[in-house]
């Protein structure tokens, strides 16, 4: 079994700044995409970014020059770091990864439980 851990979320004021991390664990041979999405009330999950093995990422274009996602492959560990946060960002986000369990098996997509962020004075 493979297992997504988010953590840092909270809350915090327009402007603010504010990095998440997710660490993923269990049963893993490697993994590709690395990922994190975000789902406001009342809306649908949308891609923030996203960061493949070799280190390319894409950003939505709503968090580009604000936030950065980034990886250390040795911890199996994704970040989002959030600069000048605005209320709009308020959301759960949510991580995901497209593991490889064993070196002959297929990439599977799991996704952690979500971490709130708030951004509110």
């Known amino acids: 079994q493979v297992q997504l851990v988010e953590s840092g979320g909270g809350m915090v004021q327009p402007g603010g700044s504010l990095r998440l991390s997710c660490a993923a664990s269990?049963?893993?041979?490697?993994?590709?995409?690395m990922g994190w999405y975000r789902q406001a009330p009342g809306k649908q999950r949308e891609l923030v970014a996203v960061?493949?093995?070799?280190?390319?990422?894409n950003y939505a274009d709503s968090v580009k020059g604000r936030f950065t996602i980034s990886r250390d492959n040795a911890k199996n560990t994704v970040y989002l770091q959030m600069n000048n946060v605005k209320s709009e960002d308020t959301a759960v986000y949510y991580c995901?990864?497209?593991?490889?369990?064993?070196?002959?098996?297929?990439?599977?997509?799991?996704w952690g439980q979500g971490t709130q962020v708030t951004v509110s004075s």
């Open positions: 960061i493949t093995s070799g280190g390319s990422t």
């Open positions: 269990g049963s893993i041979f490697s993994i590709n995409d």
């Open positions: 995901n990864a497209e593991v490889r369990r064993t070196i002959l098996s297929g990439l599977n997509t799991y």
